[in-house]
């Protein structure tokens, strides 16, 4: 029987499925390259007015890639955190932290796919792997958070 101040607790899963929406919403034409620009070229002029058009497109690409992996790292902290099935973070055996990666991996070939039938974008497999290497740092830096709060605060 549950204390009457408990707090009811919402799976980990839905707020794995809710980062999956945003990933989805990101991955609309209202986020295209030609959507961003719009904001990130006048923040750029703003700081530097001087600066090429040329720079202002490198600035924006990695800006964008970067934006692939920080989606993907949380998608896979996320995915760890409700593999372990509880609030605080504890140590996932290797298999489980493979896991998440593979999931997270995955979504990010099921959002490539979807960006395939955009107007604005189109699917990348350089961007899967971008995607990929975000969920392995994002399991990296969950296994890394885990060990050092079990060594720590113990079992």
């Not at 959507?35 to 990695?62: N, Y």
């Amino acid at each position: 029987m549950s204390s009457p101040t408990a707090k009811p607790t919402i799976s980990p899963w839905v707020w794995v499925a809710a980062w999956m929406g945003v990933i989805f919403f990101f991955s609309t034409d209202l986020f295209s390259g030609s959507q961003t620009s719009r904001i990130i070229g006048p923040i750029l002029k703003w700081f530097a007015p001087g600066i090429a058009d040329e720079t202002i497109a490198d600035v924006q690409l990695i800006v964008r890639k970067i934006a692939h992996l920080a989606e993907y790292a949380i998608l896979s902290i996320l995915i760890c955190r409700a593999l372990a099935k509880r609030d605080v973070p504890r140590s996932l055996p290797l298999v489980a932290l493979g896991q998440a990666v593979l999931i997270a991996a995955a979504y990010a070939a099921f959002d490539e796919w979807h960006q395939s039938w955009t107007t604005e974008r189109f699917g990348s497999a350089l961007d899967v792997g971008i995607d990929s290497v975000g969920a392995v740092l994002g399991a990296a830096f969950f296994a890394w958070l885990s060990r050092r709060k079990t060594a720590t605060t113990g079992p």
